[in-house]
């Protein structure tokens, strides 16, 4: 179900990211309310709507895009180039566009978002290939975090009713990796999931529901198979 009103607790994290489109807009989508459609407007729900096409969101959106296309089509012509010199000029081509990016961040292209700018990488965050993020509420990520291939992080979502999906309903809502977790390939994650420092979620699950901490979890719907060791906190 989508947010009546704005979250405080999104709208303090994302205090925190850099090239966020900050307006009473933003602040609706990220907490999770629903878009104004040709329907709403003919009530007096905008007060519980954002508007999506608000200037603002949308250039955020483009600039977004743009910086993809720069970020999936590089590659050094210089001879003398290699791994830590093309790391270090992806490292600031994604800061260009993303909210946080931690240090020792890897991301191999291709990478698809939705604004960049909702997202926080943690330290020594490393994604294989082809990582999809809409990130139309805010998505957090923790440190040491690994990403297989064709990894998709899904905040957006829609609700069952088909005449919502004609008056072009759609809502978000956050997603959260702890620290130290191996995301497998091919692994889908729905709106609202939060994942648990140092689990492991296996190949081609689809994560539904909250996965606790230092877990184990496969399957569609993903269900916790396994505990692992808690460690220490790193230093």
Same mark, same amino acid.
Not at 21 to 41: H, Q, R, V
Not at 59 to 78: L, Q, S
Not at 104 to 133: K, Q, W
Not at 144 to 153: A, K
């Given at each position: +179900?989508?947010?009546?009103?704005?979250?405080?607790?999104?709208?303090?994290?994302?205090?925190?990211?850099?090239?966020?489109?900050?307006?009473?807009?933003?602040?609706? +989508?990220?907490?999770? +309310?629903?878009?104004?459609?040709?329907?709403?407007?003919?009530?007096?729900?905008?007060?519980?709507?954002?508007?999506?096409?608000? *200037? #603002?969101?949308?250039?955020?959106?483009?600039?977004?895009?743009?910086? +993809?296309?720069?970020?999936?089509?590089?590659?050094?012509? !210089?001879?003398?180039?290699?791994? !830590?010199?093309? $790391?270090?000029v992806r490292s600031n081509m994604?800061?260009?566009?993303?909210?946080? &990016? =931690?240090?020792?961040?890897?991301?191999?292209?291709?990478?698809?978002?939705?604004?960049?700018?909702?997202? /926080?990488? #943690?330290? /020594?965050?490393?994604?294989?290939?082809?990582?999809?993020?809409?990130?139309?509420?805010?998505?957090?990520?923790?440190?040491?975090?690994?990403?297989?291939?064709? &990894?998709?992080?899904?905040? $957006?979502?829609?609700?069952?009713?088909?005449?919502?999906? /004609?008056?072009?309903?759609?809502?978000?809502?956050?997603?959260?990796?702890? !620290?130290?977790?191996?995301?497998? #390939?091919?692994?889908?994650?729905?709106? =609202?999931?939060?994942? =648990?420092?140092?689990?492991?979620?296996?190949?081609?699950?689809?994560?539904?529901?909250?996965? *606790?901490?230092?877990?184990?979890?496969?399957?569609?719907?993903a269900r916790v198979v396994k505990? &692992?060791? *808690?460690?220490? $906190?790193?230093?």
């Amino acid at each position: +179900m989508a947010a009546q009103e704005k979250n405080p607790v999104e709208l303090e994290k994302a205090t925190s990211l850099a090239h966020v489109p900050k307006s009473e807009e933003f602040d609706k +989508m990220i907490s999770g +309310m629903l878009p104004l459609s040709g329907t709403m407007a003919l009530t007096d729900l905008s007060s519980l709507s954002y508007n999506a096409q608000e *200037p #603002g969101l949308m250039k955020a959106r483009f600039n977004a895009r743009r910086w +993809m296309h720069k970020y999936n089509n590089y590659f050094p012509d !210089d001879p003398e180039a290699d791994f !830590d010199s093309l $790391a270090e000029v992806r490292s600031n081509m994604l800061k260009q566009f993303i909210g946080h &990016v =931690g240090e020792g961040v890897f991301i191999e292209p291709s990478i698809a978002v939705d604004y960049g700018c909702n997202i /926080r990488l #943690g330290n /020594r965050f490393y994604s294989n290939f082809n990582l999809t993020i809409l990130d139309c509420a805010l998505v957090t990520i923790g440190d040491r975090v690994m990403f297989g291939p064709n &990894v998709s992080i899904l905040t $957006a979502t829609h609700e069952t009713e088909v005449q919502s999906r /004609r008056d072009d309903v759609e809502y978000a809502k956050p997603i959260t990796i702890g !620290d130290d977790c191996w995301i497998g #390939g091919h692994v889908v994650i729905l709106p =609202g999931v939060t994942i =648990g420092q140092g689990c492991t979620i296996a190949a081609s699950s689809v994560v539904t529901k909250d996965i *606790p901490a230092w877990s184990v979890a496969m399957g569609t719907p993903a269900r916790v198979v396994k505990k &692992v060791t *808690p460690l220490e $906190a790193h230093s």
